[in-house]
């Protein structure tokens, strides 16, 4: 017989659980999460009994959930998380008073003293957002609704956590006035350190350290130490973990290969554990026990539904939204898991409920779990996303990167697929052969150079078509390329020259510039794209006519969305008034400041600024007309700092 408590079969198990029942699910047309969760009843200690409830599993199931909100918190746009954090207020207070009050109304129907009836008004007032890997998938995150209702969990979650421990400390006689404060100051210090001193770290840490392995475990360090941080001031872990979402999701690029991995064994392991943790203490016979467990399981239940229901019809009323994302931010905010488990549990060894109550609001835990993701996966389906703010620019349709080592290359292809997954691009690495008698053998090298570049970036989710050119010269490679292809940009870097000069004048890279039509990026990358804080948009007099200026603003600001930074627009005097009216058309969400260049820009003055920005210096038109608007200003630029600089060329 086997022993399925031993590591091995125990984790064979489990595996196999997370990887049949979704599968089952989704064939009846149901979502995989709910599949998970019926597993977990199924092998759990009420049913077939083949997992107990074990340290090890509340372990697993604590870091699942821990994951989980972390990962809400990296789906949430910040720019768009300050910008409704007043209506996430708004939906918070609702969903937390309503179910609070409905709570507390069952509790004195039910007998229970008043700290009962408060503390079962808190286990309904907070969410889990238990179906939230759904909106991942269908990549709607990004929608109003949904920023509002994850921006409301931390609240309620907080404000649950409060409630339960003034009702201990009720308990034990230790609620006063500077208990309350305290925590309010504490609470206030940990979330400015997390949200404010967090991102700066990383950049530092990133400059540093660019290793996939190291940055992921960094990401993973810095997420338990919030959580570990959110208990020690006391309050659950999960409010830590959607901070250090938050955080990390303002350092690093949205489409970060580390931000993939870390959602990646999140949504494939853990989370889905906490899922089986939630159905295994699922007893489905409860409410076969006596006809009393049956009623109170029907009011737990209809107070459930009812509360969240009205305070996201509320919600939905005053800021009109749509029937779809009402809906959704109801099935996104019914489900009872995170925070009403432990409060349940507490309630119960402290004697404030009886396991009558208990059997009953588990029940209700099970059936909120599986309606929510049912009613999220019907309405998210037809959630609106798109603003002019998250239109795709077609100057980065399909970037061409000329590649002649990858490895040395590359957080230059690491810049073309962040800038190619923003806009909904493409990436074009081309490798030239130069014609001869050896270019069969030189094909051949050539296509394993090439095949080695999605390895080297480590990220698998990046798609980049490979094209190994013959040509007589690198130049004529990359130009044929360009046309053949329909590249919208080409992205060039140089190879350790020290100077622009060196590289240009007379160069591959000159040739390119002046005998292609498409927009160049010239890009010298030396400091990890994970480390920069801003892009600095340089524009000194006359250097681009107005009726390019436009484009020039819009390809850096889908720049600085590539890599989740600030744009900073340092300008000319004589562009400031066409740029804050082009700005205004624009209309975007993302933070960008504007500054005068109130003399002459002179390298020495940018150093401080070199390792922390990424420095774009336009250029446009013929050669002389570059020559005779930037002169010798990129040759020195680069000569002054090691920081990343790219210059940006259009033709016309």
């Not at 659980?17 to 709910?34: M, Q």
């Not at 993973?220 to 130490?225: A, E, I, M, S, Y």
């Not at 690029?253 to 989370?271: A, D, L, Q």
């Not at 013929?622 to 608007?629: E, G, Q």
């Given at each position: ?639 002054a700092f090691d920081g990343n600089l790219a210059i940006l060329h259009f033709d016309k």
């Open positions: 017989m086997i022993d399925l408590q031993e590591p091995v079969a125990f984790f064979l198990l489990i595996m196999s659980i997370l990887l049949v029942t979704p599968l089952l699910s989704e064939r009846v047309h149901l979502p995989g999460i709910i599949g998970i969760i019926l597993g977990g009843m199924l092998i759990g200690p009420h049913v077939l009994g083949l997992i107990q409830d074990s340290d090890r599993m509340q372990f697993l199931s604590t870091i699942g959930l821990v994951y989980l909100m972390f990962s809400a918190g990296l789906e949430v746009d910040i720019n768009q998380f300050l910008r409704v954090r007043n209506r996430s207020i708004i939906f918070g207070f609702f969903t937390f008073l309503m179910p609070q009050l409905m709570g507390m109304g069952l509790g004195w129907l039910l007998g229970l003293d008043w700290l009962g009836m408060i503390l079962l008004g808190s286990a309904f007032a907070s969410h889990t957002l238990i179906a939230f890997p759904i909106l991942t998938r269908l990549g709607v995150t990004r929608n109003e609704a949904v920023a509002v209702t994850t921006g409301a969990t931390v609240l309620t979650d907080i404000g649950a956590f409060i409630v339960l421990a003034v009702v201990l400390g009720a308990q034990t006689g230790d609620v006063n006035l500077g208990y309350f404060v305290q925590l309010f100051i504490l609470l206030s210090a940990f979330t400015l350190l997390i949200i404010l001193g967090l991102p700066r770290l990383g950049k530092i840490f990133f400059r540093r350290f660019s290793e996939r392995a190291i940055e992921f475990q960094f990401v993973l360090v810095v997420l338990f130490v919030a959580a570990l941080g959110a208990e020690l001031i006391g309050v659950h872990e999960v409010v830590g973990a959607f901070l250090a979402g938050l955080a990390i999701n303002a350092t690093l690029p949205r489409h970060s290969p580390v931000i993939g991995h870390v959602v990646f064994i999140g949504e494939s392991f853990f989370i889905p554990l906490f899922l089986l943790y939630s159905g295994m203490i699922t007893n489905p016979f409860t409410f076969l026990e006596n006809r009393q467990t049956i009623v109170v399981a029907l009011g737990v239940t209809v107070v459930a539904y009812v509360s969240k229901l009205i305070a996201a019809w509320i919600t939905a009323r005053i800021f009109k939204y749509t029937k779809n994302e009402f809906w959704t931010a109801y099935g996104l905010s019914h489900a009872q898991a995170a925070v009403t488990l432990p409060t349940l549990i507490i309630g119960l060894d402290t004697g404030l409920f009886d396991s009558t109550l208990f059997n009953a609001a588990i029940v209700m835990i099970l059936l909120t779990s599986i309606t929510s993701p049912l009613i999220v996966q019907r309405f998210g389906t037809n959630l609106q996303t798109a603003s002019e703010d998250d239109q795709p620019s077609p100057l980065f349709e399909r970037i061409l990167v000329p590649i002649i080592d990858p490895r040395s290359q590359e957080q230059l292809i690491g810049l073309a697929t962040l800038l190619a997954k923003v806009n909904d691009g493409k990436t074009i690495a081309v490798n030239i052969v130069k014609a001869g008698s050896k270019q069969e053998n030189e094909f051949a090298l050539h296509r394993d150079l090439l095949g080695r570049t999605p390895e080297i970036l480590n990220d698998p989710q990046s798609e980049i078509e490979l094209i190994p050119r013959l040509a007589d010269t690198d130049a004529k490679g990359i130009l044929y390329t360009a046309q053949e292809q329909n590249a919208t940009i080409i992205l060039m870097g140089w190879r350790g020259k020290r100077t622009l000069r060196e590289s240009l004048l007379g160069s591959v890279l000159d040739e390119v510039i002046w005998g292609s039509d498409t927009p160049v990026i010239v890009g010298k990358i030396s400091v990890p794209l994970n480390g920069n804080q801003r892009v600095l948009f340089l524009l000194p007099p006359k250097v681009v006519p107005p009726i390019a200026l436009r484009r020039m603003l819009e390809a850096n600001l889908a720049l600085a969305k590539a890599l989740n930074v600030p744009l900073i627009v340092r300008a000319d005097a004589s562009y400031l008034q066409s740029i804050h009216s082009l700005l205004l058309a624009i209309d975007g969400e993302h933070p960008i400041e504007v500054e005068t260049l109130d003399r002459q820009l002179e390298p020495g003055l940018l150093e401080d600024e070199s390792i922390s920005n990424f420095i774009v210096v336009p250029g446009f038109g013929s050669r002389k007309r570059v020559a005779d608007t930037l002169g010798v200003l990129p040759e020195k630029l680069a000569m």
